[in-house]
């Protein structure tokens, strides 16, 4: 009887220890996880090294800037027009270039227009329904102007052969003193790809 | 007799400083695979408004245009990351040409750093950073 137990359990431990060999907190194996930052070349349309270079180079250039200020200035990001002939979502490199900003430190955001609705339904609802206790309720006209605005522009130069495709990407942003109207740092990425047809 | 004992005093010195410049450039570069003609031959750094900026020379051994891959790793003064995972970048280098790259800190906490480097050719099959080549 004992021996039949210890073989139980032998073969309960092997077993166990099997499982754990085998197992992996996964379901299915068709899809494969890639590296997100690595160097896409699929294609050369406007990629993701596109937009992480990009943002990058412009977010590094700003903050070196902002970093000379005798305070954290208060800025917001307006639009970047998309000049180029193929659909891009400058939204997301707007949205990347202050995400790095505002970590590094050296920049404040004020809400920008494109968040101007939520905001102010926020602030009506917390100030004017009657709603909440008048000791948390947030108050109207405490919201702060932003000194500096950031905008910009992508276009693009696309040429083609019969077996060549070269595409040239020039991403510009500027900003500007919003009180003063001018303008107080600029900055440029470049960016060439060629591919054969 | 006093020339040529400055001359050897010149030599001398000069031959450190290349010697504690190289040893300088591989602490701080990491190299993702073994290059087959691009490597990292000069290295400079400054602070700019509490910003470590960096000068990073690269060169191109062969006389053909080459592709290369680099990215930074950012340390504060514990030794720590000071900064998230950052983007691979690609480099065009011309046939035997030296170019200089301008690389600024995303943050003054940042405060040491390394270089992640990889060129497109890498001897014995050592995989890039590049995707569906």
Redesign the interface.
Known sequence: MNMIVKAGTLLGVIGLLSACANSTPTIGSNVQYGDSKAVERLTNEFGSTDLQTIAESMARSLSQTAAGYRSRPLVTIAEVKNKTSEYIDTRAITNTIRSQLLKSGSMRFATDIAAMQNQTDELTRQSTTGLYKKSTAVKVGKMEGAQYRIEGEISSIVKRTSDVKDVYYKFSLIMTDVEAGTIEWAEEKEIRKTSAR | MLIRFCTLVAILFLGCSHLAMSQTIASKVEYVGTSQYLSITGLKTRE????L?LIVEIANSDTSDQEG?Y?MEWFDADGFPA????????ILLHGSQRQKLQ??????KALDFKIVFSGDRNWANNPS?????
């Open positions: 700019v408004n509490g910003l900026n891959y990215r900064w998230g995972e950052e983007a691979w970048k690609p690389v600024i800190a995303p943050t003054i950073p590049g995707q569906n080549q």
